[in-house]
């Protein structure tokens, strides 16, 4: 089943324990970013394991391998159960993410490795350098971080049926960018509802400001996992069907 992942864009432990008991056993996923890493550090991680929830550390590593390698040991340690690598890294520098993992055992975190940001498109590559359509360029990213160890990637819904046919069933699909119907995008550029995400393939959704934002979080939060599970539902018969085929 598809799992979502709720993004704590805040900044204090406080703030996320309070939104965590809010939203209850609704949400069993969380994504720490940038913003709340940096303000609390390993201890917001250790709090939300004290939980019993999922963590996804998206700090999107990107440096040379053996730092990177050092950072997810670091990451294992904590017990986080996914971890972000830029694919742009390079070989060397997944695939000694990739074996780090490998070595933590039972503790090991699935190595996501993003591709293009869902707030990029076209012409934003086009300013750094890259001649490839996004879908191109994902799938080029996307290919070479599979190839090399890492368990899935991340990109936006308007790759995911794509990259899905291109990876194979296996491949863990990440994808931001998720927004229910009528939601506003924000600085999301290439964005789809929940029920197309799941439908198109994706195996973790991550939703951020259309729960947090919400007036009653845990109701909005309620209504994705629905709409999730109904596209699950969906998938699961159209799988049966194709398999009778056979």
Do not use: W
């Amino acid at each position: 089943m598809t799992e979502l992942i709720v993004a704590l864009d805040l900044s204090s432990t406080a703030e996320v324990e309070a939104a965590v008991d809010q939203l209850g056993d609704t949400v069993q996923f969380y994504k720490i970013g940038l913003e709340l890493f940096s303000a609390e550090g390993p201890a917001v991680v250790r709090a939300l394991k004290a939980r019993g929830k999922k963590v996804f550390l998206d700090l999107k590593l990107h440096d040379i391998p053996r730092t990177v390698e050092r950072a997810v040991s670091a990451g294992a340690e904590l017990g986080v159960d996914l971890m972000t690598i830029h694919a742009a890294g390079g070989r060397a520098m997944i695939k000694a993410a990739a074996d780090a993992a490998a070595q933590c055992g039972a503790k090991a975190p699935k190595i996501l490795a993003v591709t293009v940001l869902t707030s990029l498109d076209g012409e934003d590559l086009q300013e750094i350098g890259v001649a490839r359509a996004p879908t191109a360029q994902v799938e080029a990213l996307g290919r070479l971080a599979c190839d090399n160890g890492a368990d899935g990637i991340v990109c936006s819904p308007m790759e995911v049926a794509h990259m899905r046919s291109v990876l194979g069933k296996d491949a863990l699909l990440c994808t931001p960018g998720v927004r229910p119907a009528g939601a506003e995008i924000g600085d999301q550029k290439r964005v789809a509802t929940p029920g197309q995400a799941v439908r198109d393939g994706s195996t973790h959704l991550v939703v951020g400001r259309p729960v947090m934002g919400a007036a009653d979080p845990q109701a909005a939060a309620r209504t994705i996992v629905a709409e999730m599970r109904a596209a699950d539902s969906l998938s699961a018969l159209s799988d049966a069907s194709d398999h009778e085929k056979d």
